[in-house]
């Protein structure tokens, strides 16, 4: 995993859990955890990658579900708590936008992006693929994980340099994946 993706790999829990991507949202810039973090993890964390690691004291803490981010954008479901919006752009220095994919508002979960190229939920709407289009200004495509699992984030790591996958994802989802998320080259 660290060689794919160039970035070092740690070990640690976030609320007391080992599902980190359910729980944390970032990019280089910033990390944004739940406010039911613990001081010793949040700790751990900022001195082990360098960047400022923020608590969101909302009450909803499935930060990783609600937020779709790369280095210049965000995306958060319609309706999202305007003082998470606030500290996504402050935090991780994006423009952050409201928008649903697949009608639902958990962009976190039903799509993976980097700064190169978006992935999405299948039943991604022509209307939603244009707009992140248009505010994240790059490629979007449609796809599934894990032999035809629609919510990507749940099976899918991926960054500017790599992707790595669930096991059961199949060569032709792989394939698109990689082609599609601009890591082929």
């Known amino acids: 995993m660290s060689s794919t993706l160039r970035v070092p790999l740690y070990k640690t829990t976030i609320c007391g859990s080992v599902l980190l991507g359910i729980f944390i949202t970032g990019n280089s810039k910033g990390l944004l955890v739940p406010h039911n973090a613990k001081e010793d993890e949040i700790s751990f964390i900022e001195s082990s990658v360098g960047i400022p690691v923020v608590q969101y004291n909302g009450k909803k803490n499935a930060l990783g579900n609600m937020v779709l981010v790369n280095d210049s954008v965000a995306a958060v479901g319609v309706g999202a708590d305007p003082e998470l919006k606030s500290l996504l752009s402050k935090t991780l220095g994006v423009e952050v ?37 248009e505010i994240f200004n790059i490629p979007v495509n449609i796809s599934t994980v894990n032999c035809g699992y629609p919510y990507l984030r749940v099976g899918m790591l991926a960054n500017s340099y790599g992707v790595v ?20 080259g």
């Open 165 to 184: 996958v669930g096991e059961a994802t199949t060569g032709p989802e792989m394939a698109h994946i990689e082609a599609s998320l601009g890591l082929i």
């Open 97 to 133: 936008y409201e928008v649903n994919i697949a009608g639902l508002s958990l962009p976190g979960v039903c799509g993976v992006t980097n700064n190169k190229a978006m992935l999405c939920h299948p039943q991604t709407t022509d209307e939603e693929v244009k707009k992140l289009e």
